[in-house]
C-alpha cells in the first residue's frame, strides 16, 4: 500500500475500503471477491487481509456469513479514520496519506478566522497524497493551548487521531468554506505557486464546542475533488 503511512497495513487497507464504500464504490449488499483473490488484487497476504476484514465487521460495516463469504453493510462510516477527510480522486475513493513539510508555534495571523483562547498556535504544513498521488497542500493553526510543541513525527496519518490519541482533542464538527485560490508561494516544487487551485478554509470545533482549529487546502483539480455526501 503506502509504506510512507504510520497506520498499520491492516488499518490501511480497511480505510481504503471504507473510502470505497463511501464513495459508492462497494454497495451496501453487495459481496466482496474472495479473501485469497482480494489479496492477491491488493498484494498483501490473507492474514492481513483478513485483519482489515475483521475491523469492519467490529465497525458494522462488513458482514462475515459462514460458508457464503463477506458482504458489505450499510453501516456508520463515521468511524473511519479519515471520515473528515473530503477531498477524493475524480473516479472517487482513494486512501490519503501525508508528508510533513514543516511544524512552527508562532503568533496567530491577523487573517485567520477567530479561534482558540491563546494567542499562539501550531502551523503544520503538509503535502497530501491520494493512491500515492500528489494532490494537495495543507496548512493546519492548532490552537496553543492544547501542546506546548507538537512532534512532527506523529501528524503524518490523520491529524484528528493524533490529536485524539496525543492530545485528548476530540473534532466534533467542521465547517467547511470552499472556492477557488492559487498555491501558496511556499509550494514545493510538486506544485506551481501562484498557479489556479481549488480552496478550502475549514474550521473545527473540539468537544467542549470551542473553536480549536483553521485549516486552509490548496488541491489540485485535475486530480482530485471535494466531495460531501448526505445521508
Known amino acids: ?49 483478513r485483519k482489515a476484514l475483521a475491523d469492519l465487521t467490529e465497525k458494522g460495516l462488513i458482514e462475515r456469513r459462514q460458508g457464503s463469504g463477506n458482504y458489505v453493510r450499510k453501516g456508520n462510516l463515521a468511524a473511519a479514520v479519515y471520515s473528515f477527510f473530503r477531498l477524493e480522486l475524480l473516479d472517487g475513493g482513494g486512501l490519503p496519506t501525508a508528508r510533513v513539510l514543516s511544524v512552527d508555534t508562532m503568533a496567530k495571523p491577523a487573517d485567520l478566522p477567530q479561534f482558540g483562547s491563546s494567542d499562539r498556535a501550531h502551523r503544520i504544513r503538509r503535502l497530501r497524497f491520494i493512491d500515492g498521488q500528489k494532490v494537495a497542500l495543507e496548512e493546519i493553526w492548532l490552537d496553543g493551548s492544547y501542546a506546548s510543541a507538537l512532534p512532527a513525527g506523529e501528524l503524518s496519518d490523520s491529524l484528528y487521531l493524533y490529536y485524539k ?26 506544485f506551481t505557486p501562484n498557479s489556479p487551485a481549488g480552496f478550502v478554509e475549514r474550521i473545527s470545533w473540539a468537544q467542549d464546542d470551542s473553536r480549536a482549529e483553521v485549516s486552509r487546502t490548496w488541491f489540485d483539480g485535475q486530480k482530485a475533488r471535494f ?3 448526505m445521508t
Not at 480505510?15 to 498484494?43: C, F, Q, S, V, Y
Not at 476530540?170 to 467547511?176: K, L, N, Q, S
Open 227 to 229: 466531495v460531501v455526501r
Open 165 to 190: 490519541t496525543g492530545l485528548g482533542l476530540w473534532i466534533m464538527r467542521t465547517e467547511d468554506r470552499v472556492g477557488v485560490g492559487a498555491f501558496p508561494d511556499w509550494a514545493p516544487e510538486e
Open 1 to 49: 500500500m503506502h509504506p510512507q503511512s504510520a497506520l498499520p497495513l491492516y488499518i490501511q487497507i480497511s480505510e481504503l475500503l471504507i473510502r470505497e464504500m463511501t464513495a459508492g464504490r462497494l454497495l451496501a449488499g453487495e459481496k466482496l471477491l474472495p479473501e485469497r483473490e482480494m489479496a492477491a488484487d491488493m498484494g498483501i497476504s490473507v492474514g492481513t487481509l
